[in-house]
């Protein structure tokens, strides 16, 4: 049974909705609610990662302000990440929490995680209203999965996949395109979830964390070369639906497939961007690729009242910047010094 609504769900506080600079509505918040893992992806965290002290970390009871503070401000879509969000303890007290704000404010409460505790948890997920999953999985090859992933096994993944369509949830999987790694495995991906019935997104690598640039610059798989070789077999019908986030999707007219792809580098997104992303520890980056950032987590703990973090937002969304400087294509990274894992991707 889910909790009774928090007394703020019977009435929203007379505010005025977050828009940055630009005039975009921020409608879509990413919250990290750890900075642990059990896989070790290598384009995500060092094997052996420096993880954050416990005491550092946001209260379950202190992301639910938090998320409820911006909902009260406009965000209508919530994802939760980590870190992978399901190895939080007690973390479905917090999706039971926040399941309440849904048709209150909050249009959909959904997660990206790496599928290892789905088998487990995708039941009670779909009881707290969450309807569709992001599955991160960049290749069908057992080895090279533990390869890139290092800690992780695919049977387990892929058990955990089943487990959330056995519930109901639409699972989309996200495929980092690594060059030399799952270029050879394109076409195995896309079959694949064209027949389980997956939505797939390709997603550009990132110049983030301390991995080693030349080894970054080696990986990167320009979006557009993946996509010419998608087009010398198949039919790609471009969508112009949007579902908010910064993907461009299209239609595999021979299967009725959507494929999306995310492209940072070759071509940025910034001019619909809706989202902002806070960190485990509650640092507010209001862009992905910039490293500005806010304190949310002082207000927080400063005054049971949410005003003052309310004003700490507000006053944060006034310093987006109108995109990121992602570009590889000038021979360097340009890259964040934070791991991908620290806000969430």
């Not at 401000?73 to 190895?87: A, D, F, I, M, W």
């Not at 090279?144 to 487990?163: C, E, H, M, N």
């Not at 949410?306 to 006034?318: F, G, H, S």
Request: glycine share 8%; with cysteine; charged share 25%.
């Amino acid at each position: 049974m889910l909790p009774a609504p928090r007394a703020y769900l019977g009435a929203m506080p007379d505010v005025a909705p977050l828009i940055d600079p630009f005039a975009r509505p921020i409608t879509y918040l990413r919250v990290s609610v750890t900075d642990r893992c059990d896989f070790r992806c290598t384009y995500c965290m060092a094997e052996h990662m420096q993880f954050l002290p416990k005491a550092e970390l946001l209260t379950l009871e202190e992301l639910e302000r938090l998320c409820g503070a911006f909902v009260d401000l406009g965000v209508r879509k919530l994802r939760v990440t980590g870190g992978e969000p399901l190895v939080r303890r007690n973390i479905m007290s917090f999706f039971r929490a926040m399941s309440a704000r849904l048709g209150r404010g909050l249009d959909e409460l959904t997660l990206t995680t790496n599928g290892s505790q789905l088998a487990r948890l995708a039941p009670e997920l779909a009881d707290c209203g969450v309807r569709r999953v992001n599955v991160s999985l960049d290749t069908l090859d057992p080895d090279k999965f533990a390869a890139v992933t290092r800690w992780g096994r695919l049977p387990q993944v892929l058990d955990g996949i089943a487990a959330a369509r056995a519930a109901g949830l639409r699972i989309k999987i996200n495929a980092v395109a690594l060059k030399g790694f799952n270029d050879n495995e394109l076409f195995r991906l896309v079959d694949w979830c064209a027949a389980e019935g997956h939505d797939l997104t390709f997603i550009e690598v990132m110049p983030m964390g301390d991995m080693g640039e030349e080894a970054r610059l080696d990986q990167y798989w320009p979006l557009r070369d993946l996509r010419a070789r998608l087009e010398e077999r198949l039919t790609l019908v471009p969508l112009a639906e949007r579902t908010g986030g910064p993907a461009r999707y299209v239609r595999v007219e021979e299967t009725g497939a959507r494929i999306g792809f995310i492209t940072p580098l070759t071509h940025n997104f910034c001019e619909s961007c809706n989202r902002v992303r806070v960190t485990c520890t509650g640092e507010l980056f209001m862009c992905l690729g910039q490293e500005d950032r806010a304190d949310l987590r002082a207000p927080l703990r400063a005054s049971a009242d949410d005003a003052p973090l309310r004003e700490t937002i507000v006053a944060a969304i006034a310093r987006k910047p109108k995109g990121h400087d992602f570009d590889y294509s000038r021979g360097v990274a340009g890259q964040m010094s934070r791991h991908m894992s620290h806000t969430g991707g």
